[in-house]
């Protein structure tokens, strides 16, 4: 079973940036593709985005197209999030996980998760 610690959270004025990071432990990391979601109080967990075990392919939600990239370090068993021109729609929770099913896109696909880092964006 892989373990997954998120880092990197925090208070930042809309406009700011964040790098959110997922370390994981036991396992090959380089065998999993993985993903962010976040969860904003009273909403559902929603996908944010993933990628493929050797980071060829990533997928992103529409709302962060283009705001956010997904990359990871395998040597380093680590996984990145980069957020550029965070808006106070992103607060929430983030979560790392762990894919285990067919789809990129829906959380009951993955089968381990982090404990969550708290994004705060204030406007």
């Known amino acids: 079973q892989v373990q997954l610690v998120e880092s990197g959270g925090g208070l930042v004025q809309a406009g700011g940036s964040l790098r959110l990071s997922c370390a994981a432990s036991?396992?090959?990391?380089?065998?999993?593709?993985m993903g962010w979601f976040r969860q904003a109080p009273g909403k559902e967990r929603e996908f944010v985005a993933a990628?493929?075990?050797?980071?060829?392919?990533?997928y992103y939600s529409d709302s962060v197209k283009g705001r956010f990239t997904i990359s990871r370090d395998n040597a380093k068993n680590t996984m990145y999030l980069q957020m550029n021109s965070l808006n106070p729609e992103d607060t929430a929770a983030y979560y790392c996980a762990r894919r285990s099913g067919n789809s990129y896109y829906s959380s009951r696909q993955y089968d381990s998760w982090g404990q969550g880092t708290q994004v705060t964006v204030s406007s």
């Open positions: 990628i493929s075990g050797s980071g060829g392919r990533t």
């Open positions: 036991g396992g090959t990391f380089s065998r999993y593709d």
